[in-house]
């Protein structure tokens, strides 16, 4: 073949997902197994989604309301903010490309952390960016550094809070210093996939810092807490003139209608997201006090996920595929000897840390 491929495709990262089950019990000939590979929540969709889905079932032949009037709605209410303020994504990791499309041209520097989560590597690679990274410290952003990175040319700043593979997450005053220290004309972009999920006590909630940063851009899901992965469905809060930026470069019907009317549900199904959070409370504190137990370090996560110290990753991460059990290997984050185990029911708990012990000899 002789087709050509346009300049940055070649040099993309390539998005390494968790296994699927099919994949699993399918290439390996086994039935029951776990999947702690890509922090879902364990206790399955909001119900009132599921009810919303199937009424919104009827009308599929109908293209979706392409301005997500309802949504963006309710998003404003449940935020305090306006339907302006707001993007719909296909998930977060289309937002995250919307960013890309509205500010990023060739050459423009971005600024993010090692180890971060990788997409902000590939919408920059992508739009053909200099790539400008901070070292970690702890595991952990390290604002400060990151701030020194940026000068009058950069254009994007991307900060995971949560960061997803460490779990870990930056405090407000930190956040606040490099609000304040980078060009107005800087977009910083805060990612919270899992703020729901962070317990520290100084942990700062970026949508509520908008009104005092107009280049600020938190991000969210309906993928973790609500349950929603499937159905793709992320959102982008943001200064009115930064979101109409995004809606330029967004396709028509980028949210399909099953999405937009499950998140619509979603969003307010309080006992559902109280549960999710309790329930991931607990499973933390059982890894916690289990994995110390047998002696593997981890890192303590702010997250529904937990990067883990396993020494031989890869092969623990095949023993642990054998037994049924998947979880992440994070070798391409630069943690060659962790993985990362999403927290799930307590029975998927209690198999992970038994396989491990079994197969470790722990
Ligand atoms: C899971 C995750 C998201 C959410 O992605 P979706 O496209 O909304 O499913 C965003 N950011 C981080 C850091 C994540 O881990």
Redesign the pocket.
């Given at each position: 073949m002789k087709f050509q491929t346009a300049r940055p495709v070649a040099g993309i990262t390539v998005y390494q997902p968790g296994k699927p089950i099919e994949e699993v019990e399918r290439e390996l000939g086994i039935r029951g197994s776990i999947k702690l590979a890509s922090?879902e929540n364990p206790l399955g969709p909001s119900p009132r989604a599921l009810e919303a889905v199937q009424r919104a079932l009827a009308g599929i032949h109908r293209y979706p309301d392409g301005g997500g009037y309802y949504l963006k709605r309710a998003l404003a209410r449940h935020h305090g903010l306006t339907p302006e303020n707001f993007v719909l994504g296909n998930?977060?990791?289309?937002v995250l490309e919307l960013v890309a499309h509205a500010c990023l041209d060739p050459g423009d520097p971005v600024v993010f952390s090692e180890g971060a989560?990788i997409?902000y590597l590939i919408v920059s690679q992508l739009a053909s960016c200099e790539l400008r990274t901070a070292p970690m410290r702890d595991f952990t952003h390290d604002l400060e550094a990151m701030a020194a990175r940026v000068d009058g040319r950069t254009k994007v700043v991307f900060i995971?809070n949560p960061?997803?593979p460490t779990g870990t997450a930056v405090g407000e005053r930190a956040l606040r210093r490099l609000l304040e220290r980078v060009p107005e004309r800087t977009l910083v972009v805060v990612?919270e996939?899992?703020c729901h999920f962070a317990h520290r006590e100084d942990y700062p909630d970026a949508v509520k810092l908008l009104p005092e940063f107009t280049n600020l851009v938190a991000?969210r899901?309906f993928?973790?807490v609500y349950g929603l992965?499937g159905l793709?469905v992320?959102y982008g809060a943001a200064h009115p003139e930064v979101i109409s930026a995004m809606e330029r470069v967004r396709e028509p019907f980028n949210v399909n209608s099953l999405a937009l009317a499950a998140a619509e549900a979603a969003l307010e199904d309080h006992a559902h997201v109280e549960r999710s959070i309790r329930v991931n409370a607990e499973g933390r504190e059982f890894f916690v006090r289990e994995l110390a137990a047998l002696g593997f370090p981890f890192v303590p996560t702010q997250g529904n996920f937990m990067m883990v110290e396993v020494g031989d990753a890869k092969g623990v991460y095949e023993a642990l595929l054998r037994e049924g059990v998947i979880v992440r290997p994070v070798a391409g984050y630069g943690f060659p000897r962790h993985l990362r185990i999403s927290i799930g029911t307590p029975e998927e708990n209690r198999r992970v840390v038994e396989v491990m012990a079994e197969i470790t000899g722990k």
């Open positions: 922090n998930g977060t990791n289309e989560f997409v995971a960061n997803n990612d996939a899992y991000l899901t993928s973790k992965a793709r992320g």
